[in-house]
């Protein structure tokens, strides 16, 4: 089983629309949680840590449920400049960065 | 910019070669990271370096190996290229803590034909 699971999209949604998606880790002992945004051919860049009680940057929220293992990100009123792929990351806390294969965002016109 | 560079940018080599990548971490980041990402999937940790010292590693091979320098930059070697090392190499700097943010570099795209 991989370490970190994502649905891999893709999302395709009109601007202006919200989205959700999910991500589920396997190791209960994971201490660290963070929401990674890649665009096509660039390397990632981190868009927000994930809090034990949630948390929100502008129109990005961040959840983490602990006891069922899953983390979710919500974007609201999508923009264009939101297509990318975000990649949910944990950190067991060693030395590793575990990613999922990431989630896919089309926002269209 | 993250202020961690990564040379070269991209590279073709041929099945049974030698490459080395390099990568020069963030001002202040003692920690450097290599992780390896193949097309469509998430990137893979191949191993990180402390302070000169390989501090873990992930599930790959001994023909892939490294060095961190006293300034902090660091190499990825890998001998006896195979086609399924053609990947996007990505090097993160951090501190030591990794609950503060990696920053990567812009990676270097390897072909292997």
């Known amino acids: 089983r991989k370490e970190v699971e994502q649905d891999p999209g893709p999302f395709n949604v009109p601007e202006g629309a919200t989205v959700a998606f999910n991500c589920t880790y396997s190791?209960?002992?994971?201490?660290?949680f963070f929401w990674y945004r890649q665009d096509c051919r660039k390397e990632p860049k981190l868009l927000m840590s994930v809090y034990s009680s949630g948390n929100e940057d502008g129109r990005f929220t961040a959840q983490l449920n602990r006891a069922s293992q899953y983390i979710s990100l919500l974007i609201r009123d999508s923009k264009l400049s939101d297509s990318a792929t975000y990649l949910c990351v944990v950190n067991r806390g060693d030395y590793k960065l575990s990613f999922g294969a990431g989630t896919t965002v089309t926002v269209r016109a | 910019e993250t202020g961690v560079t990564q040379s070269p940018t991209h590279l073709i080599k041929t099945r049974g070669q030698q490459v080395t990548l390099r990568c020069s971490s963030q001002s202040g980041h003692n920690t450097v990271s290599w992780y390896q990402q193949a097309l469509g999937q998430g990137p893979q940790f191949i191993f990180q370096y402390y302070r000169e010292e390989e501090n873990g590693r992930g599930n790959f091979p001994p023909r892939f190996s490294g060095l961190q320098f006293p300034n902090y930059s660091s190499e990825l070697n890998v001998n006896a290229l195979e086609l399924d090392d053609s990947a996007l190499y990505l090097c993160a700097s951090s501190l030591e803590d990794l609950n503060t943010e990696a920053f990567f570099g812009q990676g270097t795209r390897l072909t292997v034909v």
């Open positions: 190791n209960s002992a994971s201490q660290s």
